[in-house]
């Protein structure tokens, strides 16, 4: 499969490596508008400068793709993939699918449209601690849960345009604990309370902190036939100062026998009140993260099928985000409907 990347450095210059390294796809060109960010891949990575672009028309036209991947800024993501996919391509996009909830509905109206892939890079949940997290709920053995605790904290100090974002960690970051949420509990968002918050010594021009209290619906039945709301509760911060979690987050999954917890990357498991918590084995994964996203992205292009993270289904990750935005400033609950 044959591959143009658009934007080269921050997270770029990362799938820059794994396009190179990957077996499942030839990556044909490379797009960036800055050319000093392409000099910095020719130099590093030894790329030819004949397939390094300023113009994304003129590398679509040129170098004709199969697939395009981008990895640009939020605000670009919607004219890139509509162009790409109205040009024939299917898209990889890092998260998240657009920059506004309309311009996301218009996103999946145009894969509908031009009957292209659309694959958004969820990449948190293709690690190990978060495989062997869900696949300990999935076994059954616990029954069902009923409540969550989801804890992250992290300091990041990034520059460029997080630091200027009126909600920096909902925006860039809450995507991909909300896309976990929906993945390691096989249920989806009905109801929504947030509030934010910008602690005095934040680094960040917008709200770096915020707490969201989530309602889930499981997608599956139970045997008994009822289904009860999963009640979730997620606490995080991006200007902490120690505490910090690991990039997963610390997971409390309190079910009807028994409990599941992610801390540090670790999973353990307790059965009953009075029992010791048993660690559970990491599951390995021959490909983690973004190597094993672009292996799943080539073989749905390959076989014609539709990924776990294609843009139709992401809506219902990302309109989370923008329910809590919403909630956070006009101090109510909100709906969620998944665009339906």
């Not at 898209?91 to 699918?97: C, D, I, N, R, S």
């Not at 120690?242 to 987050?249: E, F, L, M, P, V």
């Not at 990357?265 to 307790?270: G, S």
Request: net charge negative; hydrophobic share 40%.
């Amino acid at each position: 499969m044959r591959m143009v990347q658009v934007g080269v450095l921050g997270m770029g210059k990362w799938w820059v490596q794994v396009g190179l390294s990957s077996p499942d796809v030839e990556v044909a060109g490379y797009v960036d508008i800055n050319p000093g960010h392409l000099k910095v891949i020719q130099e590093e990575f030894g790329i030819a400068p004949s397939r390094c672009y300023v113009d994304f028309d003129r590398a679509l036209k040129e170098l004709k793709p199969d697939a395009v991947l981008i990895v640009t800024p939020p605000e670009f993501h919607e004219p890139l993939a509509v162009k790409a996919m109205e040009a024939g391509c299917h898209v990889l996009t890092e998260k998240p699918l657009a920059d506004t909830w309309e311009a996301c509905l218009r996103t999946v109206e145009a894969v509908r449209r031009t009957g292209r892939i659309m694959m958004v890079a969820q990449n948190y949940r293709y690690r190990p601690p978060v495989q062997t997290l869900r696949n300990a709920l999935a076994s059954g053995q616990f029954g069902a849960p009923g409540q969550v605790l989801v804890h992250f904290t992290r300091g990041p100090r990034f520059g460029g345009f997080r630091e200027e974002m009126p909600y920096p960690l909902i925006i860039d970051m809450a995507i991909h604990h909300y896309d976990l949420m929906r993945y390691i509990l096989d249920a989806d968002p009905v109801r929504l309370t947030a509030f934010s918050w910008n602690p005095p010594w934040s680094w960040y021009r917008g709200d770096a902190s915020s707490v969201s209290r989530i309602e889930m619906i499981p997608r599956s039945k139970p045997a008994s036939g009822q289904v009860h709301p999963i009640h979730v509760t997620y606490h995080a911060s991006w200007c902490t100062r120690g505490g910090a979690t690991s990039w997963n987050g610390h997971w409390m999954i309190y079910c009807e026998h028994g409990y599941l917890e992610m801390v540090d990357d670790r999973v353990y498991v307790q059965r009953s009140d009075d029992s010791p918590k048993e660690p559970l084995p990491v599951e390995p994964m021959p490909l983690t993260d973004q190597a094993y996203l672009l292996r799943a992205f080539a073989e749905a292009v390959r076989d014609g099928r539709p990924p776990e993270t294609r843009a139709e289904d992401n809506l219902r990750s990302i309109e989370m985000v923008f329910r809590t935005v919403e909630s956070c400033e006009t101090g109510r609950t909100v709906r969620l409907t998944g665009g339906a």
